[in-house]
């Protein structure tokens, strides 16, 4: 008889996700289910607010990653303004936005994945977490925290606050960036540059350690999305956001943000308050398609900055123009923090950055306003309708773990039939499971971190349903 | 009959003018007593209640805005009663209407939130009511939010003493109490707004605000209301 594994809650991701793995009679997995199990509401709360206080209400979802919800929110105001923002806002827009890609890429690297790389997948579980990290690779958790924090404290010179900072405001930013600040951030740079690289060799000399990981978490044909400019380097705070299929041949692209629902549609699940995008013109589920670290490396032909370009031409050599296995992610996560640290000192050297007409003033000019930007986890979407007193009307937000939501589905499924053995879970096994989602480092929540204790539970259930295994 | 009286605050002797208000005698002597309501300038309503206090030889609490001092009072102004009802007070504000710090223009500049903190308020007792209570976004340059109005009136009297235009009133009974305009008009229809702005800069909360102010960048002026009032003499 078959049966069903439960994995709840899973660790080390930002919010709260349970799995269901089902077992047939032959204790072979027949379908995997992630579920995301709360429900936030803020597209129905927000109905009747003014549109100007949206970034900092929706800045709220998320407590790791504020600072995108800021800008998509501010992004989509500016159109419902119908400004262009003065070019040293958006400069200064982009420069957090670089700054949060450090300190959330680390983050998930250090944080929350490294005890499963550096520790290994199989290691005791009560030591794999940071705690764990600290005390066998002391330099590493070392270097992550400074990581960390020099991101953290870039955003809070910038913006005045580390956490859902007042800074970013429809039109622009509510003040200039002062001389000493630039210089402070600049000071700090080559610290945090020398802890990427020396991350970046480290992952590197790891890589074959994980040849079964690399060839099953969710190593899988799909399309890619992601932002790029025009002529296709690395984009995160604006440009067009391209699909690729999985052998890099352009698929669609969404050049105006209001056209985003052209290309991407929202399928709602049964079992999960997490919606599942895809894209349009080739209907659901068949239209799935991978954003964030991964997927943008594979969309953009460079990043644009000489260091990280070199890392990417390496990283393109060892694993093909298009990289389709998800374990890849942190790798890809790596170069990315390069090539943001890149474009912090690239911004902070240009001298309209401290120029100080920084915001632009309007009101309702649109009744309907997308911003988009790509978020650490991948491609954001902020799309509001106001009425012409500038209240709104209705609110709709795709965000990066939804664009994930098939992709992490069906990666489960492909570690769950690699490393689950005759209707058992060892521990390594479950830990595997857990691991591929945190790969696509999923905001969930956005807002709660799991710490410690499994914030995902795994089941095993049988054909008829009946639990039969439970961690 | 002499224009200076003797009374006790807390204990001291204090030499105070006829006329003046308890509110004001204390607050001339560098002393405080919380209060939402009030505002130097307008008339005294006594509604919020925060500055209750005891008199020696009255068994009931007496509003220090509205109470006028008199030769030989005993006044305290803070108890452990007191405190307690002053806490309560706020709470029962937090717990009528939708106040959300975190994302309210008036985040670090409000006087609720001064209060709350000041009196030692961590946490609301009592069950949200989350009532709908709506915006008015109607006006070019400001806008109502009434879920973040405590009904201080300080809109309507400035409004009508200072502007002399009456645009502000409280309709409704009770818990239903709203602030409207004229007699229940979108803000932009409004045929005596002149637009000045004193409502706005009277609020103690960010109920009244300039719109397109993002989170925490509403500032008031009531200090400014105060000279104008001086400068004017609309009050002596």
Redesign the interface.
């Known amino acids: 008889m078959g049966h069903t594994i439960q994995i709840h809650h899973v660790t080390r991701i930002e919010g709260h996700a349970r799995i269901d793995i089902h077992l047939n009679d032959e204790g072979r997995v027949s379908s995997t289910q992630f579920h995301v199990t709360q429900v936030r509401g803020f597209e129905k709360f927000t109905e009747g607010r003014p549109f100007y206080e949206m970034p900092a209400i929706t800045a709220r979802i998320c407590g790791i990653c504020p600072v995108s919800h800021l800008l998509a929110s501010a992004k989509a105001c500016d159109a419902i303004m119908a400004v262009q923002i003065p070019e040293p806002a958006r400069l200064l827009r982009e420069l957090l936005h670089c700054a949060q890609f450090i300190q959330s890429h680390a983050l998930s690297f250090f944080h929350l994945s490294a005890p499963d790389l550096l520790l290994g997948f199989d290691s005791d579980p009560a030591a794999r977490n940071v705690l764990g990290l600290i005390e066998k690779h002391p330099e590493a958790a070392r270097d992550g925290i400074a990581l960390r924090r020099f991101g953290q404290q870039a955003i809070e010179r910038l913006a005045g606050e580390r956490i859902h900072p007042a800074w970013v405001v429809p039109g622009g930013v509510n003040r200039p960036m002062s001389v000493d600040v630039r210089d402070q951030i600049l000071s700090e740079l080559p610290l945090a540059h020398s802890i990427l690289r020396r991350t970046l060799r480290m992952f590197k000399s790891m890589l074959d350690q994980f040849p079964a990981e690399s060839e099953a978490f969710g190593n899988m044909p799909t399309m890619h999305a992601g932002l790029t400019d025009l002529d296709g380097r690395l984009q995160i705070y604006d440009g067009i956001v391209r699909f690729i299929e999985a052998d890099g041949r352009p698929a669609g692209r969404i050049a105006r943000p209001l056209e985003y629902s052209r290309m991407i549609g929202e399928a709602a699940l049964p079992d999960s308050y997490l919606k599942a995008p895809y894209f349009k013109p080739r209907g659901y589920p068949e239209g799935i398609y991978r954003v964030g670290p991964l997927a943008r490396l594979n969309v953009a032909e460079t990043c644009g900055s000489a260091e990280a370009d070199r890392e990417l031409a390496e990283y393109r050599q060892r694993l093909g123009r298009v990289v389709n296995s998800s374990f890849f992610y942190h790798y890809a996560r790596l170069i990315e923090a390069l090539w943001a640290l890149e474009r912090m000192e690239e911004l902070l050297h240009l001298p309209e950055i401290l120029d100080r007409h920084v915001r632009a003033e309007a009101g309702v000019n649109a009744l309907e306003g997308v911003g988009i930007i790509e978020a650490p986890r991948g491609v954001l979407i902020h799309h509001y309708r106001v009425d012409e007193r500038g209240a709104i009307t209705g609110a709709n937000l795709i965000v990066a773990t939804g664009h994930n939501n098939l992709a992490i589905s069906r990666s489960i499924q492909q570690v769950a039939e690699r490393f689950l053995e005759n209707g058992r879970i060892s521990e390594g096994a479950l830990n595997r499971v857990s691991a591929v989602v945190r790969a696509y480092d999923p905001c969930l929540s956005c807002s709660t971190h799991a710490f410690g204790r499994p914030a995902f539970r795994l089941r095993l259930l049988g054909a008829g349903g009946t639990v039969l295994d439970e961690r | 009959m002499p224009d200076r009286v003797s009374i006790r605050i807390d204990g001291e002797l204090l030499h105070a003018r006829l006329g003046q208000t308890i509110l004001e005698a204390a607050t001339a002597q560098g002393r405080f007593i919380p209060s939402l309501c009030h505002l130097k300038g307008l008339t005294p309503v006594g509604a919020c209640r925060l500055c209750l206090v005891e008199v020696a030889g009255i068994g009931r609490l007496l509003p220090a805005c509205t109470t006028p001092v008199q030769d030989g009072m005993a006044v305290t102004t803070r108890s452990d009663r007191l405190d307690r009802y002053r806490r309560m007070i706020l709470e029962l504000l937090f717990a009528e209407r939708n106040h959300v710090c975190?994302?309210c223009?008036s985040?670090n500049h409000c006087e609720l939130q001064a209060l709350a903190r000041r009196l030692g308020v961590t946490h609301v007792r009592f069950p949200y009511s989350f009532p709908k209570a709506?915006?008015d976004?109607?006006h070019?340059q400001f806008?109502l939010d009434q879920n973040r109005c405590i009904l201080c009136t300080r809109c309507v009297r400035v409004c009508a003493e200072v502007e002399g235009a009456h645009v502000w009133d409280v309709a409704g009974r009770g818990i239903g109490s709203r602030l409207v305009c004229e007699l229940n008009r979108a803000w932009a229809d409004s045929r005596s707004c002149t637009g000045c702005g004193k409502c706005v800069q009277s609020c103690p909360t960010g109920a009244l605000a300039m719109?397109?102010?993002?989170?925490?960048?509403m500032v008031k002026r009531t200090e400014t209301i105060t000279r104008l009032v001086e400068a004017k003499g609309v009050r002596a």
């Open positions: 975190a994302v223009v985040n709506g915006t976004l109607s070019r806008v719109k397109g102010f993002a989170a925490e960048e």
